[in-house]
């Protein structure tokens, strides 16, 4: 049976953490169908929002928001509601929540950076990445002008894009840009002391360890429709959605122990082999509860206000 966007509602893909960034929420861009689809589909104790969940530069110059995109919103506070813990943490789209940071929202966590612990015990980095782009600062320059300086600016962008959609040209940064953007997140993610770095921002979803870290960029949901998932036995696969493309199992990221979240030996059945093909997972029914790479039981209360711009997470 097929729930009101296409897709089957019976479809379960049980994860230990999902990462999904640049929504672009109040855009005519953002696929929220498909989304929404990922989002009733998939069982997990954690979500990160990886920045420009929500266009508010878009929204600033031009109002636009659709039934779909409160659908969206109104999925993720009914799964926080339910356990999932979710924390968002602001891109450049989105940066008038930095001065949110430390709060919650809806019971959903606003953090400047976290840091992911996987089962298997690996630390990964989890920032927007448009701190890595010296681009911004034009934008911010022409903010400065003017309203109408800023939305012409916009407007002007947008038809740029949809131009060169139309013509069958890529869109977004050429190679040499997202060669500088991969490697200041891998320094930045040494310099933390992580064993990978996860971002979205520049809208091209990858995974490798090319640069000493596992590199994880979770893409977009405007064009590429991808997210990052941690499984439960601590591996990364890059989703594309609906279901119908994975990363080569070349780029899988193990390490030589890994830790079982659910309690049990590594191995165990839970539904369907943890190596199986993505597609021979969907559809297994949850097995038990997923602990959380968190201090604490899933969904448990922090007491408010954070108190922190950024978080550690762990098993």
Known sequence: MAD??????ACHLRVRALFISDLHLGTRDCQAERLLGLLHSCETGLIYLVGDVVDGWRLKVRWYWPRSHDDIVRCLLRKQQEGTRILYIPGNHDEFLRDSIGLRLGGIEVVDQAMHQGADGRRHLVVHGDRFDPRLGRMRQLAALGIWVYAAAVLA???????????GSKTGRGPACVARFERALAAEAQRQQADGGICG???????HDRLGVQYINTGDWVEACTAAVEHLDGSFEMLHWPVGWRMPPAVAFKADTMLD???APLGAPLGAPLGAPLGARLGAPLGGQVASPVAGPIGSPL??????AAVTLHS
């Not at 009101?4 to 509602?9: R, V």
């Not at 007491?303 to 922190?308: N, Y």
Request: charged content about 20%.
């Open 157 to 167: 962008n947008d038809a740029v894009i949809r131009w060169r959609r139309r013509m």
């Open 4 to 9: 009101g966007y296409g897709l089957p509602s």
């Open 261 to 263: 979240p659910l309690g």
């Open 201 to 207: 921002h520049i809208h091209r979803p990858a995974m």
């Open 303 to 308: 007491g408010g206000s954070l108190g922190r």
